[in-house]
């Protein structure tokens, strides 16, 4: 399966994963010791969500990458949210976890402009 193929598998099964642990009931999920365990959740999910639809993108040709690279994950984590209220009678929506999903692509695309400028520098400098 060539590199693109097997990046849509991995962000479509990562979706697919995340939206069954939002809509159902979670009881056991490992305790970080805060009071904030379910925003970190949310902000490591997101990070890997965003890293993973970075990496769909990575090779394709379609304009505005980084956009969608945004868009995507936090238009999908309102819906997630919005659904909770509706959908799910054992999870709510919490405006607070839209915040953390959001902070959680921030993240990711600040790494990834990170990494994309250190090899854009690596690449840039003179070799004698």
Known sequence: ????????????????ALTVLSLINITSVPDLGTANDDKIYHVIAYFIFTMLTYNYF?????????LLVFCIPVIYGIIIEFLQGVVSSVRISDFYDVIANF???VIALILI??????KLNKNNHLHF
């Open 103 to 105: 902070s959680g692509v």
């Open 1 to 16: 399966m060539p590199n693109k193929q097997l990046a849509l598998v991995a962000l479509i099964g990562f979706v697919a």
């Open 58 to 66: 990575y090779s394709t040709t379609v304009k505005y990458k980084m």
């Open 113 to 118: 402009k990170f990494i994309v400028n250190l």
